[in-house]
């Protein structure tokens, strides 16, 4: 009976420490986004709580969350001029887009989908690149308008949806 406790109290720390670990391991891989906006429905509405897997590359219909840098203007005052409080100004953060995956590195351009990208010259779409489109078009600001989204910009694809 001893011998019994004793694995028990040993067992529970350990048990604790390892439970600890996956959390921290699952906190720097997963992360829970809420959409905004009506671009991606029927799939995703306004206010849905969506958990982003992060390190993958995505796959042609996978759903993934990007950056939009393209609000994102200087965040420094020039060098010559002292910064004061007057002229400090708040870090703009990036504006989350999330969006299916039409075409990934290495498919075909689809021209006749992505008018954007109807006069670009390659035949494939480049490494480094993605085609992301919305799933409600009308609402959605997407390859459509901007061509392609650079796949250093993902910040992971949807594994799931969290309940509301």
């Not at 390892?18 to 906006?37: D, E, F, Q």
């Not at 799939?43 to 993958?56: K, P």
């Not at 969006?99 to 498919?107: F, L, M, N, Q, T």
Request: glycine content about 10%; proline content about 11%; hydrophobic content about 45%.
């Amino acid at each position: 009976m001893r011998a019994v406790s004793w694995a028990l109290a040993g067992g529970v720390p350990a048990l604790a420490v390892g439970l600890a670990l996956t959390v921290s391991a699952l906190g720097r891989h997963l992360v829970a986004v809420t959409v905004r906006g009506a671009s991606m429905e029927p799939a995703y509405r306004e206010g849905d709580r969506v958990l982003v897997r992060r390190g993958r590359l995505p796959v042609p219909g996978q759903v993934v969350v990007v950056t939009d840098l393209r609000d994102a203007g200087p965040t420094a005052a020039p060098a010559a001029a002292p910064v004061t409080a007057a002229a400090a100004r708040p870090v703009p953060s990036p504006t989350l887009l999330i969006k299916r995956v039409a075409a990934v590195p290495g498919d075909p351009v689809p021209r006749d989908r992505v008018p954007a990208l109807a006069g670009v010259p390659e035949r494939y779409v480049p490494q480094g690149k993605l085609v992301l489109l919305g799933d409600n078009p009308e609402a959605s600001f997407d390859s459509r308008h901007r061509g392609y989204f650079a796949t250093a910009c993902v910040v992971g694809t949807v594994w799931r949806s969290l309940p509301g």
